[in-house]
Every structure is written in C-alpha cells, then in structure tokens.
C-alpha cells in the first residue's frame, strides 16, 4: 500500500498563473484534507471531504478550490497563484469518526509550492 | 493569543537525555490531544493521543495533559538520535479532523 500520495512534490508559479494539487489514497478512507504548513503557524485546514462528491471549507480556503469526485483523489485547485500562498501543502486521510475513538489522520509526503 | 502555543525550539539535548515538550491551549473544550512527529522534509505522523486528562504511556514516550491548568507535554525517555525531529501538539473538541487545532510544532535535535 503506498497510503497518502501527493503529485507534484515541487512546483514554481508565477504570480497568477493556476495549478491543481492531486492527492491520492488507497486506504479506502472516507475523510480526506487539505492543509498548509507555514513557519510558526502549524497546520491549518483549507477544506476538506467527508466523502465523494462533498466538499467543505476550512480555516483557510480563500484562493483554493477542491473536488473529489472519486472516493480515492481529492484535487486542490489554485485559480490565480498569489505570493501569501507559498507554503507547503498536506493532504490527509482518516476513516470516519467512531464514539470517542480517535481516527488517526494520515499524510501525505507534501508539496513545497512557490509563488513569485 | 494563539489558540495553541508551543516553543518552537529548536530544543538540542544529548543522546539519552530526558525531553519534555509542552504546549499550552486557551479553549477548555477541547477533549482530545495528540502528538505528531514530523522528520525534515516529511508529513506529519502521529505518535501519541489521549482523551480528555491523564498520562499515556508508549515505549519511550509518555503523553501527559493537565486540563485544569490548559498544558499538555510529550516526555521523551533516553532520547535517540533517530528521535531529531518537529513534534506538533494538536486538540480538537471532537474526534473529527476537520476540527483539529494544530501547534507550530518544536524543532528536535538529539545529538549523539
């Protein structure tokens, strides 16, 4: 099982250009996640995806798009790449929440983006 | 004030040493707590959680979480080299990703 992958794993844009992010799980896991890591920020949520074909906003998903049409990909999509979105992206995987247990989230390698 | 804080570090200590990483939080709602390691150039993995107050033990690591004082800590025994690493604290109200509330993380190094 390769779990949690992530293409590209580095990209370059110039500002106001687009791309899209894919993530790709094969653990069959209902919930998926987008995230970005700054610099003394820690992670925080763009959208994320209780099952195929719903979608939901985040902490942080002005100038993001996301689309999960198969239960296994969950596409991050930037419109007009902007400078403030340099980071490094994360996409996650988890099974459904159960009672109190807690679903360990599981992610991918990530993707280092640069926005000039 | 943030809503997680942590030390960012970066925190050096010999190999063997006893390590304690903390974090502190402001919303007493929060009922689970976790602990991810992250290597350089990795994604985050998860090493401990705990519901709601007490101490869990794995191996080396020990989780601990003070709810009536906000503060949660990691406890590293006879720390490896191979432990080098940015440990993040995270909290969350429910067990629902999407509610998860995530640390700056502490940058790790055991030195040998």
């Known amino acids: 099982n390769a779990g949690v992958t992530q293409t590209p794993k580095f990209r370059v844009l110039k500002t106001g250009q687009s791309m899209t992010l894919l993530c790709a799980q094969d653990m069959n896991h209902e919930y998926m996640y987008w995230y970005r890591q700054d610099p003394g920020m820690g992670l925080r949520l763009i959208h994320y995806s209780v099952g195929e074909g719903t979608t939901a906003k985040g902490e942080v998903p002005d100038g993001y798009n996301v689309s999960r049409l198969k239960k296994q990909n969950f596409l991050l999509g930037l419109e007009s790449a902007a400078p403030s979105q340099t980071s490094v992206y994360f996409c996650?995987?988890?099974?459904?929440?159960?009672?109190?247990?807690?679903?360990?989230?599981?992610f991918g390698p990530g993707t280092r983006l640069t926005v000039l | 004030q943030k809503e997680v804080e942590q030390d960012p570090g970066p925190l050096s200590v010999p190999e063997g040493a006893i390590v304690s990483l903390n974090c502190t939080y402001s919303n007493s709602a929060f009922q689970y707590f976790m602990w991810y390691r992250q290597y350089s150039r990795k994604g985050p993995e998860l090493l401990m959680y705990t519901y709601s107050s007490g101490n869990k033990e794995d191996g080396r690591f020990t989780a601990q979480v003070d709810k009536s004082s906000k503060y949660i800590s990691l406890f590293i025994r006879d720390s490896q080299p191979s432990d080098s690493a940015t440990y993040l604290c995270a909290m969350s109200f429910y067990n629902y990703g999407q509610n998860f509330v995530f640390g700056p993380g502490t940058r790790l190094s055991v030195l040998p």
């Open positions: 996650a995987s988890s099974p459904p929440a159960s009672g109190r247990r807690y679903n360990e989230q599981f």
